[in-house]
């Protein structure tokens, strides 16, 4: 069985500014593919049904984000290995972790 020890992995300095950068960075590009699909969205507006599915659509994608990005230390490797896995995030923009992050991080993508 492969159980993974996260909660007490030390975050340096350097490591917690390269996992903000990372983590914002992320955050960033999901944000704004939500932003261009309302801008669709919206603009295609005919009736009251197709505005309150707009408004079910923010809310659905609202409560997906706000529990996805969790920037506790003690989720924030597997919180990365979601946002590898889903293309928000790239590997080589965590460079800079230990190699240990690094490996649980990309293990974690694999499952």
């Given at each position: 069985?492969?159980?993974?020890?996260?909660?007490?992995?030390e975050?340096?300095k350097?490591?917690?500014?390269?996992?903000?950068?990372a983590?914002?960075?992320?955050?960033?590009?999901?944000?704004?593919?939500?932003?261009?699909?309302?801008?669709k969205?919206?603009?295609?507006?005919?009736?009251?049904?197709?505005?309150?599915?707009?408004?079910?659509?923010?809310?659905?994608?609202?409560?997906?984000?706000?529990?996805?990005?969790?920037?506790?230390?003690?989720?924030?490797?597997?919180?990365?290995?979601?946002?590898?896995?889903?293309?928000?995030?790239?590997?080589?923009?965590?460079?800079?972790?230990s190699?240990?992050k690094?490996?649980?991080v990309?293990?974690?993508?694999?499952?």
């Open positions: 069985m492969f159980v993974m020890q996260v909660s007490d992995v975050w340096s350097t490591e917690k500014e390269i996992a903000q950068a983590f914002e960075k992320a955050y960033e590009r999901e944000i704004q593919t939500v932003v261009k699909e309302v801008c969205r919206a603009s295609s507006i005919a009736q009251p049904d197709d505005m309150w599915q707009l408004h079910d659509f923010l809310s659905a994608r609202r409560h997906e984000i706000d529990g996805k990005y969790d920037y506790r230390y003690s989720v924030l490797i597997f919180v990365f290995a979601r946002l590898v896995k889903e293309g928000w995030l790239h590997l080589d923009e965590l460079e800079g972790l190699t240990d690094l490996t649980k990309a293990a974690l993508t694999r499952m």
